[in-house]
């Protein structure tokens, strides 16, 4: 069974600085060894959305409005994904939720989880 443990959110002043982790494990992780692991976030009345994404080799993605401020990495040892997020403003309040995109032979999907969310406010 597939299970990402997200952890990090809060409430944080504009400007300040959270780092969000997210843990994943399962028997899924040890039969494929090749995934991505990502963060997207959903704030009130608003659609999910991507914001950054890093493949087992450290190829990385992100979202124009986190570009400079957000950075993301992963300890492939660990399993475990993170998402530093420097100068935070307003608008990033949202739920936060961690991703897996699990590929098999030809890189073909085989599987997308997702964790439980973490909650993060940035108060004005």
């Known amino acids: 069974q597939v299970q990402l443990v997200e952890s990090g959110g809060g409430l944080v002043q504009s400007g300040g600085s959270l780092r969000l982790s997210c843990a994943a494990s399962?028997?899924?992780?040890?039969?494929?060894?090749?995934?991505?692991l990502g963060w997207y976030r959903q704030a009130p009345g608003k659609q999910r959305e991507l914001v950054a994404t890093?493949?087992?080799?450290?190829?990385?993605n992100s979202a124009d409005s986190v570009k400079g401020r957000f950075t993301i990495s992963r300890d492939n040892a660990k399993n475990t994904v993170y998402l530093q997020m420097n100068s935070l403003k307003p608008e990033d309040t949202a739920v936060f939720y961690c991703?897996?995109?699990?590929?098999?032979?030809?890189?073909?999907?085989?599987?997308?989880?997702w964790g439980q969310g973490t909650q993060v406010t940035v108060s004005a």
């Open positions: 890093i493949t087992t080799n450290g190829s990385t």
């Open positions: 399962g028997d899924i992780f040890t039969i494929f060894s090749i995934y991505t």
């Open positions: 991703n897996a995109e699990i590929y098999g032979l030809g890189n073909q999907i085989v599987g997308s989880y």
